[in-house]
């Protein structure tokens, strides 16, 4: 099973002071610890037992205090008030914390392996975070013109789906259904019509990404790609 890149938006984690045998600070920045929220994942990590009632005590404890930032937050929204700075960084030094505390929860085997799924879930794309484009050998123009590369791509691909969706939503969005039955019949209707349109630009898509990757093959240098090969490990087979 490939892990949705819908829910592999990487977080960083902040240096913690070593126990044990010292995490590398390359893998601490890069890994996901979100991604161990995905069994498959924990699994291939070889997260045991213990440690798995220990990040669940940690992802308790972040859910509360979450709680706790989103219920002050709500009150400024319900007065339609930006909420103050002091609860957005709040909620920054909570996603840190929590960063830490899971951390200190793996060997630092278990974090380099989590850090190999990081990289292989994010894709090429991940060689744009100045760390992994240090790591790798990048040069500043190399991944200047990545980023370039990329954003045109992406412009590129929103105007292709935005051409195939929009007319579909906005036809539907402009129905109203009389009752459940025929809300359910429109939105059966409106889901197939998407999944067709998807299946209709698909292999546009797909060669906008060949095209991408072909790109970054002249880009990087045989060391450079030998490199990035490198960290990504053995293939995720989840």
């Given at each position: ?119 292989q ?16 050998g ?25 051409k ?75």
């Amino acid at each position: 099973m490939k892990i949705s890149k819908v829910i592999a938006t990487t977080i960083s984690l902040l240096a913690i002071a070593s126990q044990g045998l010292a995490a590398d600070a390359f893998d601490k920045s890069v890994a996901n610890i979100a991604l161990l929220q995905i069994k498959e994942v924990q699994t291939d990590v070889g997260i045991t037992a213990a440690q798995r009632t220990q990040l669940n005590k940690h992802a308790d404890w972040f859910n509360a205090e979450s709680k706790k930032i989103n219920d002050q937050a709500a009150t400024y929204v319900q007065k339609n008030q930006q909420p103050p700075k002091s609860l957005t960084d709040k909620f920054v030094k909570l996603n840190n914390d929590m960063a830490n505390k899971v951390v200190g929860v793996l060997t630092a085997g278990q974090l380099k392996r989590l850090r190999e799924i990081t990289l292989q879930n994010a894709g090429p794309v991940a060689m744009m975070d100045p760390t992994v484009a240090k790591k790798i050998g990048l040069s500043d123009s190399q991944l200047k013109s990545i980023r370039s590369r990329f954003d045109s791509d992406a412009k590129k691909a929103d105007g292709i789906q935005e051409k195939a969706f929009k007319p579909i939503i906005d036809k539907y969005k402009a129905k109203k259904p009389k009752d459940d039955a025929e809300a359910k019949k429109l939105s059966e209707a409106y889901a197939k019509e998407m999944d067709a349109a998807g299946k209709k630009i698909a292999p546009q898509l797909n060669k906008i990404q060949s095209d991408f990757s072909a790109f970054l093959k002249k880009t990087l240098s045989t060391k450079q790609d030998s490199a990035w090969k490198a960290l990504l490990g053995k293939p995720f087979k989840g």
